[in-house]
């Protein structure tokens, strides 16, 4: 296995108290660990912002006076992975909503598949749909 890049962020969204329905999240734009990787975060921010809105979310990014119910934090790590049959990448990483207590009310670990298209969508899109899942969940 060869590391291609590895790529931190934290995708900021801003929550209501625990049994209040979310509304929206702020998303402030994720962060890249490493030098010439910040137009890769900007593009999955971009793609998770996409498949949110999407999925029915209503979504303020960066700063802004608006008030929001949640705040999403997203950490990813990309690795370029070879094996028999050529290469592709992985991405993957932890999500976490908290309140505004910062109080984690939900976590769930994130990825794309293996055979997706794009990875970054792919990753952005299992994001989207575990919080949107959470989401529904919400009274």
Known sequence: MKV??????????????LGEKIHTIRVAPLVASQP???NYADLMTAKLISHLTAAGVSVIEGESDT?????LN????????????GSWY?????????????????ADEAH???????SS????????RKVEAFLSTQK
């Open 121 to 128: 969508t792919s990753f952005a899109e299992d994001v989207a």
């Open 74 to 85: 997203v950490t990813f790590s990309v690795r370029e992975v070879t094996a028999v049959g």
């Open 90 to 106: 992985h991405i993957e990483g932890p999500a976490r909503l908290t309140d505004m207590d910062g109080k984690v009310i939900w």
């Open 4 to 17: 291609k890049a590895l790529i931190f962020g934290a995708l900021l969204l801003t929550l209501p108290a």
């Open 36 to 38: 010439g990787q910040q």
């Open 112 to 118: 794309n598949t293996k055979f997706a298209h794009s």
């Open 67 to 71: 008030p929001t119910d949640a705040v």
